[in-house]
């Protein structure tokens, strides 16, 4: 096989390889995953360039130099257009190679999670907190006074945070862009949590009756509304009426009667009421 056959080929190999396996990671440590996406591209475009500088050369050479028929000593015109026809050939072949595989790298590219440690500056008297990063619950969070240290994983730079604090929710979006970033927030952005209230019947609660139980607005924004079953409650059925959400629920056992809902649990009493 010609030198430029085995050279675009070869490189195409690596070039799949160095991607895709072990020296993907060791890449993306040195340098910016962007970086590390163009420089392979601009690599391979120089690879299809070097194959068809190496073809133009090498088809030049064979017009420069026609074979020779001893019998008739005429230049032999039908070998030398086979040889030109199949460098083209050839040379096309592997340019097709290296063009598709480059379009696959750019395709299947997927930037590795990139992992911070941030400082979560929270207002002074905030206890018992719970912070909630892009909907789900941060593990492992330390807190020291007022400043929250906790780890991010995400593809993604934009987060959105929620802290629950005592009787306060607080919701904003943050950018974090490098390890160790500092976010702050004012109190402007913390809402005061409200317990569910209670749809008051007339009469007091009995054994197996159903019961309305109203949840505030906050539920439905947060999208917590599907009730979790208890040993002493039935969840019937949830149905939305404007702003509201009304959670039907059946009473089985008049000791210690609590309703919770999926996300924050925040009971409320649903039996022996005070009428």
């Not at 396996?21 to 340098?31: A, E, R």
């Not at 054994?207 to 019937?236: F, M």
Request: a positive charge.
């Amino acid at each position: 096989m010609s030198l430029i056959a085995i050279c675009p080929l070869t490189y195409s190999i690596i070039t799949m390889l160095y991607w895709w396996n072990y020296f993907l990671d060791w890449w993306n440590s040195l340098v910016n995953n962007e970086a590390a996406l163009y420089v392979g591209l601009l690599t391979t475009a120089a690879g299809i360039l070097a194959s068809l500088v190496i073809s133009f050369r090498k088809n030049k050479k064979t017009n420069d130099s026609p074979t020779v028929n001893f019998h008739t000593g005429a230049g032999d015109n039908v070998a030398r257009d086979k040889i030109i026809n199949n460098n083209y050939g050839l040379s096309g072949i592997v340019t097709i190679i290296i063009v598709v595989t480059a379009i696959i790298i750019y395709l299947s590219y997927e930037p590795p999670k990139k992992e911070y440690k941030v400082q979560l500056q929270i207002p002074l008297g905030m206890k018992n907190v719970t912070v909630f990063v892009d909907g789900k619950q941060a593990e492992n969070i330390d807190q020291s006074n007022s400043i929250i240290n906790l780890k991010l994983r995400s593809k993604e730079s934009k987060h959105s945070f929620i802290i629950e604090a005592d009787n306060k929710k607080c919701e904003f979006d943050a950018l974090v862009v490098k390890d160790g970033q500092k976010l702050t927030f004012a109190l402007s952005l913390c809402e005061p949590i409200h317990q569910p209230s209670t749809y008051h019947e007339s009469k007091p609660i009995k054994l197996n009756e159903d019961v309305g139980l109203r949840l505030l607005p906050d539920v439905e924004k947060s999208a917590y509304c599907k009730l979790k079953a208890t040993d002493y409650i039935l969840p019937l059925e949830v149905t939305k009426s404007l702003n509201k959400v009304w959670c039907k629920v059946r009473v089985v056992d008049s000791k210690n009667c609590r309703v919770g809902y999926e996300g924050f649990i925040r009971p409320a009493k649903v039996c022996n009421l005070p009428y």
